[in-house]
C-alpha cells in the first residue's frame, strides 16, 4: 500500500515528481488519465499535478480537481499538495472543506523539466503555518526530496500561489518588452544586439532574464507562448477584473501578444 500518490504522474510537473520518488525508492503511487500505477486505498500524502487550462472567457478550469476522493481524503486527514498554478483563494477555498492544503507551486520549464526539478533553488510552500503542518512537512516530504539551495519558505495559501503567477506574469512582461525595444532599434537604426547586451551590463536586468526572454525570434516566432504564459496571463487577467480591479498591464501584454504571433 503506497504512503504517497501523484495526480498527473504521466504530465509534466507530476512526472518529474513520481520519477524521483521511484528512483528514491518511495513507494509511491500514480493516477492519471492514461494509465493508474499502484494501490492508492490508504495513502497518507496526496499530490496534485493536475492541468488548470485558462478557457476562452478567461475563467480558470479546475474540473480535473473534482474528480479526486476529496470525501475520503477530510475523512482520513489526508495530507493534499497542489502543485497546479491556481488563481489565488483557490488552495484556501478547497481547505475550508476540512482538508489539509499545501501548495507548492512548481517553476520548471518544459524543455528542461528534469533539470529544472532536481536543481531546485529553494521550495515556496502554502499551507495553514501550524506547526503540525510545518512539522508534517519538514519531517515527512523535505527529506524525500531534491536538495534545495536554500531552506523552504513556508507562507499562506494565497502568498505562494500569487508568486507563482508573480513568475510567470514577469516573464510574459518581459517577452512583451523585449519586443518593444527590438521594434524601437528596428524603427531608429540603433543596434539591437547592442541596445540588449546593455541591459545586463547595467545590471538592472540580469544575465538569466535576458536569455530566458529576449530571444526575439525564439522558435521563428514573436511574443510569448507554451503551455503556462498564455493561460497564466489570461487567467490572472480575468481574476483581476472579477475582483473589480484594473489589469491595464495585462490588457496590454494580450493585445500585444495577440499581435506579435499573428492573431490581432
Ligand atoms: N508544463 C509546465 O512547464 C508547468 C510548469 C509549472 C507549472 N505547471 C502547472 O502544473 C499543472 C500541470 O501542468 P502539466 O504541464 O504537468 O500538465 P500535463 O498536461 O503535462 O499533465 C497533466 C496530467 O494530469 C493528468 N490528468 C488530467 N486530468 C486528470 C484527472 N481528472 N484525473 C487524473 N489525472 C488527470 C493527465 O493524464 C496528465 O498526467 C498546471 O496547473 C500547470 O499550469 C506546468
Not at 117 to 133: A, H, K, L
Not at 156 to 177: C, F, L, R
Not at 223 to 238: H, N, S
Amino acid at each position: 500500500m503506497s504512503e504517497i500518490v501523484v495526480y498527473g504522474h504521466t504530465g509534466v510537473v507530476g512526472g518529474q515528481l513520481y520519477k524521483w520518488l521511484q528512483e528514491r525508492g518511495v513507494d509511491v503511487a500514480g493516477v492519471s488519465l492514461d494509465r493508474t500505477d499502484g494501490d492508492i486505498e490508504g495513502v497518507r500524502w496526496a499530490f496534485l499535478c493536475l492541468p488548470t487550462p485558462t478557457r476562452d472567457s478567461g475563467a480558470q478550469d479546475i474540473g480535473a480537481f473534482w474528480t479526486v476522493r476529496w470525501q475520503e481524503w477530510a475523512q482520513r486527514s489526508v495530507r493534499i499538495v497542489i502543485r497546479s498554478t491556481v488563481l489565488p483563494g483557490t488552495c484556501g477555498f478547497i481547505a475550508s472543506h476540512n482538508l489539509t492544503v499545501y501548495h507548492w507551486p512548481e517553476f520548471l520549464s518544459a524543455r528542461t523539466a528534469w533539470q529544472d526539478f532536481i536543481t531546485p533553488r529553494t521550495r515556496f510552500v502554502g499551507c495553514d503555518m501550524t506547526e503540525s503542518s510545518m512539522a508534517a512537512w519538514r519531517g515527512e516530504i523535505e527529506p524525500l526530496l531534491p536538495v534545495a539551495v536554500e531552506a523552504t519558505r513556508f507562507m499562506d495559501t494565497a502568498t505562494s500561489e500569487t508568486i507563482k503567477y508573480a513568475h510567470n506574469v514577469h516573464g510574459a512582461m518581459q517577452i512583451i518588452y523585449a519586443n518593444q525595444m527590438y521594434d524601437v532599434c528596428k524603427a531608429s537604426g540603433a543596434d539591437w544586439p547592442a541596445v540588449s547586451d546593455a541591459m545586463p551590463q547595467l545590471g538592472y536586468v540580469s544575465y538569466r532574464q535576458r536569455g530566458a526572454y529576449w530571444d526575439i525570434f525564439k522558435d521563428a516566432q514573436r511574443g510569448y507562448a507554451g503551455a503556462c504564459f498564455p493561460k497564466d496571463v489570461g487567467a490572472l487577467r480575468a481574476w483581476l477584473q472579477c475582483q473589480g480591479k484594473p489589469s491595464e498591464l495585462l490588457d496590454g501584454m494580450e493585445a500585444a501578444n495577440a499581435r506579435l504571433r499573428g492573431r490581432a
